[in-house]
C-alpha cells in the first residue's frame, strides 16, 4: 500500500462524523421533519457554540488585536447595481447540464462525479444536454411588486458591502491607508449541486477582511496577510499532513488580480479551500466608483498623492472550517483494555463545552452546583450526574469536552476535586479555589 494510501486510511469517514454530528446535536439537515432541503444545515446545541466560538476567535485575532481593522455588519441584500458593478449579474455562473433520462442535473466540470445512469436501457451512460450557464446568485423581490423593477439578490459574499462602506467607514473611524475593514455574516449561491455535508451549501458564512493599501505596498501586505491566516489554522491544530497553501496558477488569477492563494485543508473526500487569500488590486473601489458615480480614491496626506487603494482580502469558510475542525479532531482510539472511545480532540478555545462537572453521586450537588455557577461566569460548562462516571466521561470525550471535573465524597475534607484530562485520560486533584485558574491557563494557551 502507498504512503498517500495509509495516510488516507488513518482520515475519519464522512459518513461517521455525519452521524456523530446528527446524533450529538452540531448539524443536521434543515427541515428535517420534511425530508430536509438540498443544501442548508442547521447547527443544533454544540455546533452553534463550535460555530460561535470559532467566529470569536477569527475576530478577536483579526479586529480586536489591530488597530487598523474596523469591524462592519452590513445587510444582506444590497442595491442592485452593486452586482452589476462587480460583475455577478452577467458572470457569475456555472455550466449546467441536465441528463434526459433520470433528469439528474449537475455541473458540466463534475460529471465524474455523478455516478451511473439507472434510467436507460441497456445502458450505465448519462444522456447529457449540452452545457449552459446558469447564474447562482438567489433573486428574490423588493417591495409590493414582484416585477422587474423590484428584483434583488441575496449577497453572493459578504465582501461586496464592505466596499460600499469604505468611505464611510474610513472617515467615521479616522483611519488612514493601510486599514482594514472586517465582516463575518450569511452568504447565499445557489449551487446545481451541493455536496460534501456542509462543505458545498446554499446558505453559508463567511469571515471576511478587505484590507487597502498604497499600490507600492500590495505585495508586502498580501505577504503578511498569507502568513497571519495561516499561524490562525495553525493555531486551530492543523499540522502539515492536513494543511497547505497552494499559489494560483497565472492562468487561474482572475483578469484584475495580481496574486492569490487557497490554504487548503484535507478532508476525507480530498484537499479542499477553506481560505482565500487575494490581492483584488483596485478592480472593486474603481469599479463602484463608476457604477455610483462616487469619488472612492484617497489622498496622501503628507504626499498629496490621489489615488484608489489596492485590496488585499482574506476570505474564509466558517461553515468549512468547522467541518475541518471536526475532521481534524475525530478519533476513533483503541484503549489498553481493549475497548474503543469516539473523541474528538478539540482546542480547548473553539470546543463547545470547556468542561464538564460531574458530581460522583447526586448526593453531591449541592458543591458541584455550586463549582458550577463559579465557573460559568467565564467558561462554556456542563453539569451532568446522571449515570456511570465511566459512560459520561465517553459522553463527554465523543463531543470534545477537554476536561471533566468530577466532585467526590473527599471533596469535602480536602477541598480539592479530580480534574480528567481529554486527551491523556490522565487524572490530577486540584483545589476547588483553583479549579478557574486551571481552565483559565488552558483556555489562554489554545489561544
Not at 433520470?102 to 441497456?122: F, H, T
Request: with cysteine; charged share 30%.
Amino acid at each position: 500500500m502507498s504512503e498517500d494510501a495509509l495516510d488516507a486510511a488513518s482520515l475519519p469517514r464522512m459518513d461517521d462524523i455525519v452521524s456523530l454530528c446528527a446524533r450529538r446535536g452540531f448539524i443536521w439537515q434543515s427541515s428535517e421533519i420534511y425530508g430536509g432541503i438540498n443544501g442548508f444545515w442547521d447547527y443544533g446545541p454544540l455546533g452553534v457554540e463550535l460555530k460561535n466560538n470559532l467566529k470569536a476567535l477569527w475576530w478577536q485575532k483579526v479586529v480586536r488585536e489591530r488597530d487598523d481593522v474596523e469591524g462592519i455588519d452590513s445587510s444582506i441584500i444590497a442595491h442592485p447595481r452593486t452586482w452589476e458593478a462587480s460583475g455577478h449579474v452577467e458572470h457569475f455562473s456555472d455550466p449546467l447540464v441536465d441528463c434526459r433520462a433520470c433528469k439528474k442535473r449537475m455541473r458540466a466540470d463534475q460529471l465524474d462525479d455523478a455516478g451511473p445512469c439507472p434510467a436507460r436501457q441497456g445502458s450505465s451512460e448519462h444522456d447529457w444536454t449540452p452545457a449552459r450557464n446558469f447564474n447562482l446568485m438567489l433573486k428574490t423581490f423588493v417591495g409590493a411588486q414582484e416585477d422587474q423593477a423590484a428584483v434583488a439578490f441575496l449577497r453572493a459574499e459578504t465582501c461586496q458591502s464592505i466596499f460600499l462602506d469604505f468611505k464611510r467607514v474610513r472617515e467615521s473611524a479616522r483611519q488612514k491607508i493601510p486599514f482594514g475593514i472586517a465582516q463575518i455574516g450569511k452568504a447565499f449561491r445557489n449551487e446545481i449541486n451541493p455536496r460534501n455535508f456542509t462543505f458545498r451549501s446554499r446558505e453559508f458564512e463567511q469571515a471576511e477582511l478587505e484590507f487597502f493599501v498604497h499600490p507600492s505596498e500590495r505585495e508586502q501586505w498580501f505577504e503578511h496577510w498569507l502568513e497571519q491566516r495561516v499561524a490562525f489554522h495553525r493555531a486551530l491544530g492543523f499540522g502539515d499532513d492536513r494543511l497547505r497553501v497552494r499559489p494560483h496558477r497565472p492562468d487561474e488569477l482572475a483578469h484584475y488580480a495580481k496574486a492569490a492563494a487557497d490554504i487548503e485543508f484535507r478532508f476525507p473526500f480530498g484537499w479542499q479551500e477553506i481560505e482565500g487569500v487575494h490581492d483584488r488590486g483596485d478592480w472593486d473601489l474603481r469599479r463602484h466608483g463608476e457604477f455610483s458615480g462616487k469619488e472612492l480614491a484617497v489622498t496622501d496626506e503628507d504626499t498629496k498623492e490621489r489615488y484608489v487603494p489596492m485590496v488585499i482580502e482574506t476570505s474564509v469558510g466558517v461553515d468549512r472550517t468547522c467541518l475541518a475542525l471536526l475532521c481534524n479532531a475525530y478519533e476513533e482510539e483503541k484503549l489498553p483494555d481493549g475497548e474503543t472511545r469516539t473523541v474528538l480532540r478539540l482546542p480547548f478555545a473553539v470546543a463547545p463545552i470547556q468542561v464538564a462537572v460531574l458530581p460522583l453521586s447526586k448526593k453531591l450537588a449541592e458543591p458541584a452546583e455550586r463549582l458550577v455557577r463559579d465557573l460559568r461566569r467565564r467558561f462554556a460548562v456542563f453539569y451532568d450526574e446522571a449515570g456511570n462516571i465511566g459512560r459520561r466521561y465517553r459522553r463527554q470525550d465523543e463531543v470534545g469536552t477537554p476536561l471533566c471535573v468530577t466532585v467526590d465524597f473527599e471533596t469535602e475534607a480536602d477541598g480539592k476535586v479530580t480534574v480528567r484530562e481529554r486527551d491523556s485520560m490522565q487524572q490530577e486533584r486540584v483545589p476547588v479555589d483553583g479549579v478557574r485558574g486551571h481552565l483559565q491557563d488552558r483556555l489562554e494557551g489554545s489561544r
